[in-house]
T-cell receptor
Framework: GQNIDQPTEMTATEGAIVQINCTYQ??????LFWYQQHAGEAPTFLSY????GLEEKGRFSSFLSRSKGYSYLLLKELQMKDSASYLC??????????FGAGTTVTVRA | DTAVSQTPKYLVTQMGNDKSIKCEQN?????MYWYKQDSKKFLKIMFS???????INETVPNRFSPKSPDKAHLNLHINSLELGDSAVYFC????????????????FGPGTRLTVL
């Protein structure tokens, strides 16, 4: 089985930086995804980490430490449109993608 | 062009009815999935097909039956609907199965909101 933990909610101000942590315990770990889901919409792909280290994509960065079972998603220069749920998801060697419960980020003016 | 599409978008039905949800992807992917997202927003895998072969079959009531007529389509049929089946059902696809590094990014359809009365 697997256990994926991330905070339930976070609030930040427009223009600020927010870091969403995700810890996982799983066998057969293959890689870690971050998805963004706006209310009433489908999840959309943000990032994918397989190796340890930081992956940067514009205002979004994702970090992975396989030995610590830890990842974070960093959102910089927050915009109102970044208000959404952010889902951490782990892939395993048995074809399964397992999602955490998601972190709802609220950006305030 | 819509990459992953689902029909219907909304489905309201009575308990005990049988209903189907359809999914189509035009990305040329080999793998398709059905997920259930409940009221607490938790997204849970139900089924996955790779090249029309069932590769994931989670602990789901046998009232749920997926069918993949070809690689581009994955339908979900639900018999004897119950109140607890109310949720949003998402279809997704990826080039290869989850765990196949580099080809397993999943792309989601818009979801079907099922309400059972």
């Amino acid at each position: 089985g697997q256990n994926i933990d991330q905070p339930t909610e976070m609030t930040a101000t427009e223009g600020a930086i927010v870091q969403i942590n995700c810890t996982y315990q799983t066998s057969g770990f293959n890689g870690l995804f971050w998805y963004q889901q706006h209310a009433g919409e489908a999840p959309t792909f943000l990032s994918y980490n397989v190796l340890d280290g930081l992956e940067e994509k514009g205002r979004f960065s994702s970090f992975l430490s396989r030995s610590k079972g830890y990842s974070y998603l960093l959102l910089k220069e927050l915009q109102m449109k970044d208000s959404a749920s952010y889902l951490c998801a782990v892939t395993r060697n048995d074809y399964k993608l397992s999602f955490g419960a998601g972190t709802t980020v609220t950006v305030r003016a | 062009d819509t990459a992953v599409s689902q029909t219907p978008k909304y489905l309201v039905t009575q308990m005990g009815n049988d209903k189907s949800i359809k999914c189509e992807q035009n990305l040329g992917h080999d793998t398709m999935y059905w997920y259930k997202q409940d009221s607490k927003k938790f997204l849970k895998i139900m089924f996955s097909y790779n090249n029309k072969e069932l590769i994931i079959n989670e602990t789901v009531p046998n009232r749920f039956s997926p069918k993949s007529p070809d690689k581009a389509h994955l339908n979900l049929h639900i018999n004897s609907l119950e109140l607890g089946d109310s949720a949003v059902y998402f279809c997704a696809s990826s080039q290869g199965p989850s765990g196949s590094t580099g080809t397993d990014t999943q792309y989601f359809g818009p979801g079907t909101r099922l309400t059972v009365l």
